[in-house]
């Protein structure tokens, strides 16, 4: 069906927004609006007008269709508006095929021209409007969903759909409003095949219905890009009274295995920053094309299988995601400017939950590993041109804002809270950031309005000496950073320089060396290494059969730098059966530093990619110029 024309005024008129909207970003702060969770601000990233009509509760009524890959249904919206005439939502690639009141009767809209944001639908509304029904479709553009088939599953019998809704992308399969400053509660009824689960970021099941319908509900205000749905053979193994862990019937015993400090983990994070307000928290472990390590889907963090290691090192993951149950699920940055708001404060988060677990020692190498990240991340910044995306306050406008989503958010923004912990001494810090979390529950941040009540509560009154704005908008990375340091890492470099000085990998002392010991050991071995020296290595530590995601990863990068052949068929398959972009990224880009590693790189992209989720292929596809490469006539 044809949308229904708007008369000319109306479309200039939301093209207009869109452009202002754009030159505004930064320059006001609109007031808060609502008695509750809406702190609207100018959002580049989203044509919702909030101050006009906002969403106060979604009811989702949709059927998964396997077959054809389409979600399909309708949306109803509960409205609060100031008697505005007109509702702007979010939507990218939908069919969109009705918009009616309640009662039936049909209600004027127009979608804008594709861009950017997507295409912005205005649907016209009497004044005294409080809900309307979307009927819509999703399309194959829909970059938030990824419909496998049941090869690319891990038990390989049935298909599985997973969506991914952070940074703008919820938008593809529901339309919204969707800026991270918007919050609203909802219900779903979801239909899928009778043979599989369907699981949300909301109250979950935990066995299959006869019939293939499940219902939902999240009964707390929550931002649109934390939508999430999943699909497929499905299973649930508990850990804990409020934990527990879904994946796949063949993966599950795994997962809850290797999982099984979740409940630790949210009691220690409870201590540390108030109740858990979120009920459960389960983890679902997707099919290994998930392109992120994990995503903090409010009440079910979705998860890369990449986590499984086998001896549980890598779940520093799990309280990662937990923690942005806190900061990110209920102190949301206002606009994705504020990214470092959710990913710097989680990843200080992160740190403390897992020092609390397990010992100062493994947060400090954690500290270092990541300030080696950012290291590397602000030089690459640099010397691209790019030192503006250096700083923690960013500009996004115009961008996709993923592309701004740099290690910097997390491994800079930590380092300012770690900056002010050390100032301000443990406990004040933590009453502080306690206090934070209470005080914006449910809402919306923006970077001015933290540094506002950083200044007010702990800034001021307790006299620090923090060079506060040169942290936030000033790029590179400031010298009274906290340096972490590590016992267990300076045993490493001692061991590595006795190997570089000849001594043979198996003469190493590695004696108890845990897994963040072996990457700090792989990320610093020398350059120009020969087959015989990686050789040594491999046949002594057995990295490339590791079953260690990290592990590999490292070792790989370093196979493909030093051209050691005999790596090459693990890299393939690593490649082809990974989608978690933070692995792909550095492979990718080593492989195409040389003319042979360029032509594997494509040799192995060319299979690889219809593996890949959306977010993963758009990263990959720029970095090898791939829609030109890829034309018919050259391959
Ligand atoms: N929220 C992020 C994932 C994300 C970021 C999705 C930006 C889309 C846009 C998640 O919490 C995250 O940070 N995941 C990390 C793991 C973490 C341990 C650093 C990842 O996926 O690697
Ligand atoms: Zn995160």
């Not at 995503?295 to 090192?313: C, K, V």
């Not at 900056?419 to 301000?424: H, Q």
């Not at 972490?484 to 198996?506: I, M, Q, Y």
Request: net charge negative; proline share 6%.
């Amino acid at each position: 069906m044809q949308p229904q024309a708007l008369g000319l005024g109306s479309l200039v008129a939301i093209l207009l927004f869109v452009s202002c909207g754009s030159e505004q970003e930064g320059a006001s702060t609109a007031p808060v609006t609502g008695p509750d969770t809406n702190f609207h601000v100018m959002d580049p990233h989203s044509a919702a007008r909030p101050e006009e009509a906002v969403i106060q509760h979604l009811d989702l009524d949709i059927r998964v269709d396997m077959d054809s890959e389409r979600i399909a249904g309708t949306a109803t919206y509960t409205l609060k508006s100031g008697h505005a005439d007109q509702v702007i939502f979010d939507t990218d690639s939908l069919d969109i095929e009705s918009v009616e009141l309640p009662d039936g009767k049909p209600l004027e809209y127009a979608l804008s021209h594709a861009g950017l944001l997507g295409s912005p639908l205005t649907v016209q509304i009497p004044k005294d409007a409080d809900k309307l029904t979307i009927r819509y479709a999703t399309t194959k553009g829909a970059r938030a969903l990824q419909w496998l088939s049941p090869r690319q599953t891990h038990d390989k019998q049935k298909p599985f759909l997973f969506t991914q809704g952070e940074a703008i992308l919820t938008r593809t399969w529901i339309p919204i409003q969707d800026s991270p400053g918007i919050r609203f509660t909802y219900n779903a009824h979801v239909q899928v095949p009778k043979d599989l689960l369907a699981v949300m970021s909301a109250t979950n099941p935990q066995e299959r219905s006869a019939d293939g319908k499940y219902s939902f509900t999240m009964d707390k205000p929550i931002p649109a890009y934390l939508m999430a749905l999943a699909v497929g053979d499905i299973a649930f193994k508990p850990v804990g009274p409020r934990t527990g862990v879904y994946a796949e019937p063949g993966v599950v015993d795994t997962a809850a295995w290797e999982l099984a400090d979740m409940e630790h983990m949210v009691e220690a994070a409870e201590k540390l920053y108030g109740p858990y307000r979120w009920d459960r928290y389960d983890v679902l472990v997707l099919p290994p094309s998930f392109p992120f390590g994990g995503m903090e889907n409010p009440r079910l963090t979705f998860a890369t299988p990449t986590i499984l290691a086998g001896d549980r090192s890598l779940t520093a993951l799990v309280a990662h995601e937990l923690a942005h149950s806190w900061s990110g699920n209920l102190v949301t940055n206002a606009t994705w400017n504020d990214f470092w708001l959710n990913e710097g404060f989680t990843v200080y988060f992160e740190k403390r939950i897992c020092e609390q677990l397990y010992g100062k020692e493994y947060a400090s190498m954690l500290a270092l590993l990541g300030y080696q990240d950012l290291k590397g991340t602000v030089a690459k910044l640099d010397a691209a041109g790019d030192s503006a995306d250096t700083r923690l306050k960013l500009d996004l406008t115009g961008r996709d804002p993923d592309d701004g989503m740099t290690d910097v958010a997390y491994e800079k923004g930590y380092s300012f809270l770690k900056r002010l912990e050390t100032a301000a001494g443990r406990e004040k810090f933590d009453a502080f950031l306690r206090g934070y979390f209470d005080h914006f529950a449910f809402q919306g941040m923006t970077t001015e309005r933290f540094l506002d009540y950083l200044n007010a509560k702990l800034i001021q009154p307790e006299h620090l000496q923090v060079d506060v704005h040169q942290w936030v908008y000033e790029p590179g990375i400031p010298k009274d950073l906290v340096m972490p340091t590590s016992d267990a890492f300076a045993k490493v470099e001692h061991e590595l320089d006795r190997w570089k000085n000849g001594t043979p990998a198996r003469d190493l002392d590695t004696r108890d060396w845990v897994t963040f010991q072996w990457m700090h050991f792989l990320r610093h071995l020398p350059e120009g290494l020969s087959d015989k020296k990686m050789d040594d290595l491999d046949n002594t530590f057995q990295f490339t059969r590791s079953g260690n995601s990290e592990v590999v990863a490292v070792w790989l990068e370093q196979c493909v730098k030093n051209d050691h052949e005999q790596a090459y068929d693990r890299l393939d398959s690593f490649l082809t059966t990974v989608g978690r972009r933070k692995f792909l990224t550095p492979l990718y880009e080593a492989l195409i530093k040389t003319e042979k590693g360029k032509a594997l790189a494509m040799n192995i992209y060319k299979a690889a990619r219809p593996n890949y989720h959306a977010v993963s292929v758009r990263t990959i596809d720029d970095l090898l110029n791939w829609k030109q490469m890829s034309d018919p006539v050259t391959l």
